[in-house]
């Protein structure tokens, strides 16, 4: 396992961003001591050091999320939304007339 600093060295700017891409050494605090094991024994099973585990794995997994499509409807958001749609259809029909409301209905669900 890739040994870790949580704690900032005299020379690190916390301020600033890092002017390179290179690996950089970090805390995340809350993280409970079982969720890290867990991450370092997935890191070991797949041979890589927690920095690569994390850059690969999480970073792939984490990606793949956010780009998936916005989660599906809630039901009540489809409620609402047939409730609207029906309230758009009864207006539109009461302005028709009455012989056209029956042949609109007859051709909506024939």
């Given at each position: 396992m890739e040994a870790e600093n949580p704690v900032p060295t005299s020379d690190t700017k916390i301020d600033s961003p890092s002017k390179t891409n290179g690996p950089v050494t970090w805390?995340?605090?809350?993280?409970e001591r079982d969720t890290r094991s867990v991450i370092e024994k997935a890191a070991e099973r797949a041979g890589k050091t927690m920095g690569q585990y994390v850059n690969e794995d999480i970073r792939s997994l984490v990606q793949?999320?956010?780009?998936?499509?916005?989660?599906p409807a809630a039901p009540v958001d489809?409620?609402?939304?047939?409730?609207?749609?029906t309230k758009m259809v009864e207006?539109?029909?009461n302005r028709?007339?009455?012989?056209?409301k029956k042949s609109f209905w007859q051709r909506l669900f024939s």
């Open positions: 805390s995340i605090r809350g993280v793949g999320q956010l780009s998936q499509s916005q989660l489809l409620q609402n939304q047939m409730d609207h749609l207006a539109l029909t028709m007339p009455e012989q056209g």
